[in-house]
């Protein structure tokens, strides 16, 4: 088929490290618009590109047409484009939380299939070489069943990220709604949610601000139950000012695995017959060291193949519901059933 005719909207770090180069670089994709309320941001990539600017996103759909799009502007705006684009018949990959409230994301899910087009989420934990090889280990069996879990996801924070630093949206609530819970713990949420093939059944959560000068969170600590029995924890922060971690540790039946806890050794089996596995299969991308997500290619090839999308609007929706539920149980004090 011809290229897929693709435009971003929202020209900040995400787009900046991972969706425009990631595009660019993808065989089947020509780049064609862009889209952000600060229009030289757009500018600047549509002269790189040969590609138009636009400040509003409805007129970029309605002028130039995609075929698909990429979302990623602050959280409270992630249904409201993704469900314009979807009734304008697009493809929409969106960034995570997909939505702020498991209304929208439902709204979402529907508008695409009405639309008859493919509404993937960038949760991009998935398709990080760890985790895969991680994956394939579980469902070999060799570990037998997982008994419990720790999964952490902390960095310094949006202000060492975001292309406006600390004057980013991610700090301003109307526009993110959710701090470290919506920008890290919803991947964990999903990633355990992936690699256990399981659904969590009920969560117990601390989520406040421990230190940033914001009043969407900062940190949550969450204690987790999957319907299969197995028990673990879930951390997000940004308050990790000396070091990123993005690691998970598997206690098994008969074993351990350990994920993202060495620089070397990015997978660690070690079993209790005294046997050690180590794999090393390539990095967990960083802040710091970008790495390829897989995100677009998963998002591309669904579109060329007319397959599903590699992660689901209701996989987005399920992953974003557990985030949501750790918020009602700081609320109230209690545990929260989340299916």
Known sequence: MSKVRVAVIGCGSISKYRHIPEYASHANVELVAFVDSIIERAQHYADQFGAKAFADYEQMLAEVKPDAVSVNTPNALHAPMSITAANAGVHVLVEKPMAVTDEE??????????????LMVGQNQRFMPPHVKAKQILESGILGKVLT?????????P??????????????????????????????????RWML?????????????QHKDTDVDDNAACLIRMKSGTMGTLVASWTYYKGEDNSTILWCENGVMKI???????????????TVEKHKVGAISTNDKQESSGVIDAFIESIVNNTTPAVTGEDGRASLKVILCAFES??????????
């Open 105 to 118: 994301a439902a709204a979402m899910i529907e508008a695409a299939k009405k639309n008859n087009v493919h």
């Open 149 to 157: 879990f720790r999964t952490s996801f902390g960095h310094p924070g």
């Open 159 to 192: 202000d060492n990220w975001s292309i406006d630093g600390a004057s980013s949206w991610f700090f301003r609530k109307p526009e993110a709604i959710m701090g470290a819970m919506g920008d890290l713990g919803v991947h964990k949420s999903d990633l355990i």
């Open 197 to 209: 093939n399981d659904e969590v059944s009920e969560i117990a959560a601390f989520v406040g601000t």
């Open 260 to 274: 993202g806890t060495h620089p070397d050794d990015q997978v660690i089996v070690e079993l209790r017959n005294g």
């Open 330 to 339: 700081q609320a109230t004090g209690k545990f929260v059933s989340v299916n």
